[in-house]
């Protein structure tokens, strides 16, 4: 609750400060120290310190999972705008406006993480969808971008139909929105309410981007900017799988006979399609744009897997998949060359960077000792307790994730750069990119400091 | 403790060394000390540190899922550590002085590596050996294809998707036993408590076995190995092949046989069958070779196949004989490549065509060899004679029909082990000398010490191998007892 109401403030301050302060640097800091205060504050919720009290009549509803979910979104959202945040001045002028949106997003992502109506599910996705079309057309001189842009609002905004639809045949099914009460199935077993059950699951596979709903994630992701890209794919995408999860665990779990074998359909197809498309990219953007479907239909077995594992495990995910994954991008937005052979002989140049980008991949494949790994490991443990080939199915797909993966570890310590140019980073980066990459080897080693959190 | 000072002590020189920027020369020696510090606690574990609270060490990790940081050092862990550290002191001792490009990073790398294989060797909790397993996977990846040969990137990758794919299948094993625990614990007390029915452990006998029949590599998995021995620099390939493929074995002798007994007997045809298959295979292969790398990774193909067959035979005798021959092999094939390295480093070549003559110039040089290289068929006298004379007498006492088969198929192995050594011990150092075989070959001071070592080891336990069977008798005496077919039977 603290921060959710607070980053919406800070989102309104920092689009007025674009009228009183010129200096870009000190906008980015302000939104650094914007966010620090959100973290202290979404810990001080963890620990039962509350700024406001404010009775909500059961719309929302802050769990420690919840928190906990919010913190790790935090903290990656922090290591986003350190690593990357001044590379948002080279898409367009409006700097302040693109920070602002990120806040009015964040405001967005903790309430689908902490609802507990349908109604603010739906509000908390329209709060990030709107934002995010706007980012993903920001560069409005880029003829990529707004194609990507006028895509994802299209195709968008259809989804957010399907959901709406799907949450008034709830209401129509049960007379109310509360997502907290699970659906009994023996009351009510309607069509209704299987078609709202259906509608809610295609709407939220939609939106993060589970196969065979997938089509347009590659397009928008590779025609966004990259640091806007960064951001889509790792923040939101573990935010709404927060809600997804939610969702099916709390609402819908006693119908689970139902939902299972569909979500199993999904899991199979979006690895499949994820990880063999994937493999057959010629540029690193597009390999990480198929590369988060793979990984989305890793996380897709923590709602199909009903349990505390999977729950713990969907947390670790977040946490790895989004730091690797942010990491990786904010390299690539130096580079001029997005193929692979972009990444040629960048670990004589540059050795931190591509020591701290190889931990990125490892972590991404599944390699222990990153939190990649041990994040797949809850997923298949979680798989293996209903679906055994589930299970096999998934490791398979991670050695395939090998493929891709290592072509860039190939390129970057294998191969010997072709090119002239070297990319140029600012001069804190390689040290703050090590931070964030021993930050993953961490989580791999002592996933107890985050799983912690939890129950304590 | 000794357990986690031999884990701690190459972990803290590889972190030195990556983090190490200057001399050249201060690298490899650096890397020499650590290896002996290793050595040195090696050798105070087998005379002074004998008490059970040194031997083990168990420390809270990963709670939440069952699984903690177990590490014990029993017989079998013994024998490959001090083969892990012997091989690596030799090595590095061979090494000195040599310049090799960006020497921190290789030689950290290398240390890495050891971590990782010592942890494979000692851990008893299977999450934790899984970890290590992967650990000892990826440094010998980046050694492989930054310091490796022309066709390096390909040729490792197959190495490391073929072994990540086996392992992945292992971890699905690893995960259905933690279900199955009454603790929900990796650990492999507890997993050994289990019950499996004889259709489970089938399933996680293979799921088990395909992780360790590609690291062996066991007839038909093995084909990632000749390409990888080849095109890896020859010191990676040496710890490659001494240390590594022990995973493998390690893997049969800890997990595998002693947690699915009757699978392991179900199946142990079908692995036999495989494994001695491979030895002619793999002998038949060997003889057409033309390359010296090439030549020394098929014969290792051959003799790891044995071992493996040696493993199936599930009797003491066989157990007893594979446990020397963990030692043995790693010590003799580790002078192979080290010889071989000389030879191509000192004529430039490394194909039998265009060597010969070399023993009228270099004759210690040919010494070295031709012991070596009869060591590595098994001569008596040499070490790998008690060894192979067991694992024979062992697959002799197989409980399968088929024995005799298994016998003689695996017996024409060392003729034709004869066949192409003494081949090869022609083609390299006897006829006339070429051009580019007739100037003398000068060895080193450091060359000269690491061989006759190696050489000492290899006459030394040819004539008494006591100590070291008397090293690993409980080890064996306990697999026996967890996987005698016939009280396994009378008991169900």
């Keep these: 609750m603290n921060a959710l109401l607070i980053s919406a403030i800070l989102g309104v301050l920092l689009m007025l400060s674009s009228v009183f302060i010129k200096n870009k640097s000190l906008i980015h800091m302000l939104a650094l120290i914007g966010l620090a205060i959100l973290f202290i504050l979404n810990l001080a919720e963890i620990n039962g310190w509350l700024l406001f009290e404010i009775d909500v009549k059961g719309m929302l509803r802050f769990d420690r999972y919840a928190l906990v979910m919010n913190a790790i979104m935090l903290a990656s959202l922090f290591f986003y705008l350190l690593l990357s945040g001044r590379t948002m001045e080279k898409v367009g ?111 939220m596979s939609f939106k993060v981007s589970v196969a065979p709903f997938h089509f347009w994630t590659p397009d928008v992701y590779d025609g966004a900017p990259t640091v806007f890209t960064s951001f889509m794919a790792t923040i939101v995408k573990v935010a709404l799988f927060a809600a997804f999860v939610r969702l099916f665990e709390d609402t819908f779990s006693l119908q689970f006979s139902i939902w299972q074998p569909w979500v199993a359909g999904f899991v199979v197809l979006t690895l499949l399609i994820g990880n063999l498309t994937a493999v057959f990219q010629q540029s690193v953007k597009r390999m990480l744009a198929y590369s988060s479907i793979a990984q989305a239909g890793f996380m897709l077995l923590a709602v199909y897997a009903i349990n505390g594992d999977s729950k713990e495990g969907l947390l670790l995910y977040a946490a790895s998949y989004s730091l690797a994954t942010i990491g990786i991008f904010a390299v690539l937005i130096y580079l001029q060359d997005y193929t692979f052979e972009g990444f040629n002989g960048l670990a004589k140049k540059q050795p931190i960077v591509a020591a701290s980008l190889a931990i990125f991949f490892l972590s991404l494949a599944g390699i222990p000792l990153t939190g990649g790994f041990l994040a797949k490991l809850f997923m298949i443990k979680a798989a293996l307790s209903y679906q055994p080939w589930l299970a096999i199915v998934a490791v398979v797909m991670a050695v395939v994730s090998v493929f891709y993966y290592f072509r860039v570890i190939q390129a970057m310590y294998f191969r010997s750069a072709d090119q002239v140019t070297q990319p140029e980073f600012p001069k804190a980066f390689p040290a703050l990119l090590l931070i964030t990459a021993l930050l993953v080897v961490l989580l791999g080693i002592f996933p107890e400091a985050l799983l912690g959190l939890l129950y304590f | 403790m000794v357990v986690l000072l031999l884990l701690l002590i190459p972990l803290i020189g590889a972190c030195f060394l990556f983090l190490y920027k200057g001399d050249h020369r201060f690298a490899s020696a650096a890397a020499l000390q650590v290896s002996f510090a290793s050595l040195l606690v090696m050798g105070a574990r087998l005379f002074y540190w ?163 029949a590609i690291k062996l590599p066991v007839f038909p998995f093995h084909t990632w190995q000749p390409d990888t021995y080849e095109e890896s620099p020859t010191p990676v390939t040496s ?136 060591a590595n068929i098994a001569l008596p006298l040499t070490n790998a004679f008690v060894g192979e004379f067991l694992l024979f007498n062992g697959i002799l006492a197989t409980p399968s029909n088929y024995y005799w088969v298994f016998a003689t198929v695996g017996g024409l192995g060392i003729i034709l082990s004869a066949v192409y050594t003494l081949k090869m011990i022609r083609a390299i150092f006897y ?47 306990e697999l026996f007892s967890q996987t005698d077919i016939t009280s396994l039977f009378r008991k169900s």
Excluded at chain 2, 322 to 346: C, P, S, V, Y
């Design chain 2, 50 to 212: 004998n008490t059970p609270e040194m031997l083990t060490f168990s420390a809270p990790w990963l709670t939440s899922l069952g699984s903690s940081f177990s590490l014990q050092m029993d017989g079998l862990g013994t024998m490959l550590s001090l083969l892990t550290s012997i091989s690596y002191f030799l090595l590095f001792w061979y090494l000195k002085g040599r310049t090799i490009e960006r020497p921190a990073a290789f030689f950290g790398w290398l240390l890495l590596a050891q971590v990782g294989m010592l942890g494979v060797f000692l851990s008893i909790d299977s999450l934790l050996f899984y970890f290590f397993w992967e650990l000892a996977l990826i440094p010998m990846y980046f050694l492989a294809s930054q310091w490796g040969g022309a066709k390096r990137i390909p040729v490792t990758f197959k190495f490391f998707i073929y072994t990540f794919l086996g392992s992945v299948f292992m971890l699905i094993g690893i995960l259905y036993l933690q279900s199955k625990t009454a603790d929900h614990s990796f650990a492999l007390e507890s997993i050994k408590k289990i019950r499996l029915s004889n259709e489970q452990q089938s399933w996680m006998f293979w799921l088990f076995f395909i992780a360790f």
């Design chain 1, 93 to 203: 002028p409006h700097y302040a406006d693109y920070l602002a949106l990120l806040f009015f997003i964040c405001a967005g992502l903790f309430m689908v993480t902490g609802y507990a109506s349908l109604l603010i599910l739906f509000l908390g996705i329209e709060v990030i969808s709107i934002p995010l079309y706007i980012l993903t057309g920001s560069d409005k001189r880029n003829l990529k971008s707004n194609e990507a842009a006028l895509k994802y609002f299209l195709l968008g905004s259809f989804s957010t139909g399907l959901l709406l639809l799907g949450i008034a045949f709830f209401y129509g099914a049960r007379g109310n929105f509360s997502a907290t009460v699970s659906v009994d199935p023996t009351v009510v077993a309607s069509s209704l309410q299987l078609a709202s059950l259906l509608l809610l699951l295609f709407a």
């Design chain 2, 431 to 477: 006829g006339e000398p070429n051009t580019i075989t007739n100037k003398p070959i000068q060895l080193e001071s450091h060359e000269v010490m690491a061989l006759s070592v190696i050489v000492g080891l290899i006459l030394f336990f040819g004539v008494y191998p006591q100590p070291l069977l008397d090293m690993t008798a409980d080890f064996s005496k």
């Design chain 2, 239 to 374: 710890i490659l092949s001494a240390v590594m493929v022990k995973m493998g074995i390690l893997g049969l002798l800890r997990w595998l046989l002693p947690l699915f007994p009757i699978a392991s007997y179900m199946w142990g045809d079908v692995v036999m069958s495989l494994a001695v298959v491979g030895i002619v295979y793999a002998s038949l292969l060997a003889m057409q070779q033309s390359d010296l790398k090439r030549l020394i990774a098929y014969s290792s193909i051959a003799h790891i196949g044995l071992m493996t067959a040696g493993a199936f035979a599930l009797n003491n005798m066989a157990y007893q004989g594979l446990l020397l021959q963990l030692f043995t092999h790693g010590i003799n094939i580790l002078g192979m490549w080290i010889l071989a390295d000389i030879i191509e480093r000192k004529t430039g070549t490394r194909s039998l065509d265009s060597l010969g003559g070399i023993a009228q110039q270099s004759p210690t040089l040919t010494i070295f060899f031709v012991i070596i290289a009869l």
